[in-house]
């Protein structure tokens, strides 16, 4: 594997946690983003997701989730409609092609699993359920979900990634944090932990951070741990 932030990763280390990102990099939350939308297009549901991830990686301290993504949509000029379908639709997100599959496969291998998510309390953990069901229903559960509303922060503060670690009870050199944000990524990193990029949407870089890997699907991107 590549290095990151300068740090060598031993082929044989292995990590005690694995830490997602939740919104992109277990859900394709992006679509209903779109769908939500008057239009209805990718255009529109782009530009206002772009703008709620500028606002909510700049926040720091939590303020009210809905309320910036409100902001968001007024900011992006996306009618006020928008925001109240998606809150209306939240239950439909969808899974990545693939998550479960790939989280039982890191859970059969003893790896204990976990979320951090830029999102209030009730909102996180519907999206957790979602990430974590398979098609037939099956569904697997997180040993922790920690939001921003919990823990009183939004990434990629570092308090909001050492509320996750502490929650999970290790260090940050004992988790594997896989991002679906470029943000994630240098936040993560700054945090501490190794990562991984799922960069399904084909989002650019930014900082300077580099992950163990980034691939554009989820199983790829944790090749090695699986």
Not at 204 to 209: D, L, M, P
Request: glycine fraction near 8%.
């Amino acid at each position: 594997m590549a290095s990151t932030s300068g740090n060598i990763v031993d082929a044989s280390w292995r990590p005690k946690v694995v830490i997602f990102d939740l919104l992109t990099a277990l859900l394709d939350s992006w679509t209903l983003w779109n769908a939500s939308t008057p239009s209805g297009t990718e255009e529109e549901g782009r530009r206002w997701r772009a703008r709620y991830l500028e606002i909510t990686f700049r926040q720091g301290a939590y303020a009210p989730y809905e309320s910036l993504m409100k902001q968001a949509a007024a900011e992006a000029g996306v009618a006020a409609s928008a925001p109240d379908t998606l809150l209306s639709n939240w239950s439909d997100l969808q899974a990545w092609p693939g998550t479960f599959d790939v989280l039982q496969q890191l859970r059969a291998q003893g790896y204990r699993l976990g979320v951090v998510t830029n999102c209030s309390k009730v909102l996180g953990n519907i999206a957790a359920v979602c990430a974590a069901t398979s098609k037939t229903g099956e569904q697997i559960a997180f040993d922790k979900v920690v939001t921003a509303e919990e823990s009183g922060f939004y990434k990629p503060v570092k308090e909001a990634y050492d509320a996750i670690l502490e929650a999970m009870g290790v260090t940050a050199d004992e988790a594997l944090f896989v991002a679906g944000s470029a943000g994630d990524v240098q936040g993560a990193t700054n945090a501490g932990m190794k990562v991984v990029w799922h960069n399904h949407v084909g989002l650019e870089a930014k900082g300077s951070a580099v992950p163990l890997r980034e691939s554009k699907s989820l199983d790829d991107a944790l090749r090695g741990f699986i």
